[in-house]
C-alpha cells in the first residue's frame, strides 16, 4: 500500500487497485503548498471520520469535480453535506462497528474522542486571532456551520495482511480497546502542544510498528498554527526505538 499526505488530515491510501481518500480538505494558507482539489478526484471512495470543516469543507466542491465518488460518513456530516448541496444519494452512512469492504480493503468503523485543545495551544494564537479577526470570524462561522454532532470515528484499514489505525483527532479512550499489531498508526498531531503526552499511554498499549503523523499544519489560520513534532518523535525514539517515525511530506507516497 501507499500512503500519502496532502495536507491538514486528508490521507490516500492506495493499494494499486483501490485508492482511498479520508478527509479531504484544502489548506487555506496561501503561505503553505497546498494541493488542489482536482488531486482529490479519481479515488474509489472519500471517508469521514467527523464533521468539522477542516474534514469536510471541501467536498461539495469535490462532489462536483468527481461526479461519481461515494461518500462515506455518519449521520451528522451528513445532514451538513446534503446542506451544502451533495446529493444525499452519493452519500453512505456507516455506523459504530460496522465493517465496510471496498475493493480489497475492509475497513472497520470505531468510535473514537476528539482532541480537546489546550490552554496553552489556545493562548498561542491568541495574538493571530486579535489582530486577523475579519479572517477569525469567518472561520469561526464557518466551522458552526459545521458541527461534529458528538460523532467522531477511527478507520481500522486491512489490506494484504497490513492493518492502519487512522485517526482524524486523537483523544485516548482508555475503556475501549482498539487493534493489536497495528503496522501503522496515522496519528492526528494538532490542537495540541503535548501530544506526547496525551499519545503516551495509547502508543504503548498498542505498540504501532510506523507513527505516521498529520494534521499538525497551520492549515486555517488564524484559528490554527504549525505544531512541532520533534518532541513527539523524540519521546517516541527513547521509549520506543523499534517504532518507525514518519513525518510525511506533502503529495511524497509512503510504502507499508
Not at 453535506?81 to 475492509?106: A, Q, T
Not at 479512550?173 to 487493534?179: I, K, L, T
Not at 501503522?184 to 502542544?193: D, E, P, Q, R
Request: charge should be neutral; charged fraction near 30%.
Amino acid at each position: 500500500m501507499k500512503i500519502t499526505w496532502y495536507g491538514t488530515a486528508t490521507i490516500g491510501i492506495d493499494d494499486g487497485k483501490t485508492r482511498l481518500i479520508f478527509d479531504p480538505f484544502v489548506r487555506m494558507n496561501k503561505k503553505l503548498e497546498t494541493s488542489p482539489i482536482e488531486a482529490f478526484a479519481g479515488f474509489d471512495a472519500v471517508l469521514i471520520t467527523h464533521g468539522h470543516f477542516d474534514h469536510i469543507y471541501s467536498i461539495p466542491e469535490l462532489a462536483k469535480v468527481d461526479e461519481k465518488v461515494p461518500i462515506y460518513c455518519t449521520g451528522a456530516p451528513k445532514k451538513t453535506l446534503v446542506k451544502k448541496g451533495v446529493p444525499e444519494e452519493r452519500i453512505k452512512v456507516f455506523g459504530y462497528n460496522d465493517v465496510l469492504e471496498i475493493g480489497d480493503f475492509k475497513i472497520r468503523v470505531h468510535q473514537f474522542r476528539h482532541i480537546v485543545f489546550d490552554p496553552v495551544y489556545i493562548l498561542s494564537v491568541v495574538p493571530r486571532c486579535i489582530l486577523n479577526f475579519p479572517k477569525l470570524f469567518w472561520v469561526a462561522y464557518t466551522n458552526r456551520t459545521m458541527p461534529m454532532g458528538g460523532e467522531i470515528v477511527a478507520f481500522e484499514i486491512e489490506n494484504g495482511g497490513k492493518k492502519i489505525f487512522l485517526t482524524g483527532s486523537f483523544r485516548d479512550c482508555p475503556e475501549r480497546e482498539f487493534p493489536k499489531d497495528i503496522d501503522m498508526l496515522i496519528l492526528a498531531n494538532g490542537g495540541s502542544v503535548f501530544v506526547p503526552e496525551k499519545t503516551k499511554d495509547f502508543i504503548a498499549k498498542y505498540h504501532p510498528k510506523k507513527i505516521f503523523v498529520d494534521h499538525f499544519d497551520d492549515a486555517f489560520p488564524p484559528l490554527t498554527r504549525d505544531v512541532s513534532v520533534e518532541r513527539l518523535r523524540r519521546t517516541v525514539e527513547k521509549n520506543h526505538p523499534d517504532i518507525e517515525f514518519i513525518k510525511p511530506e506533502i503529495g511524497e507516497a509512503v510504502e507499508l
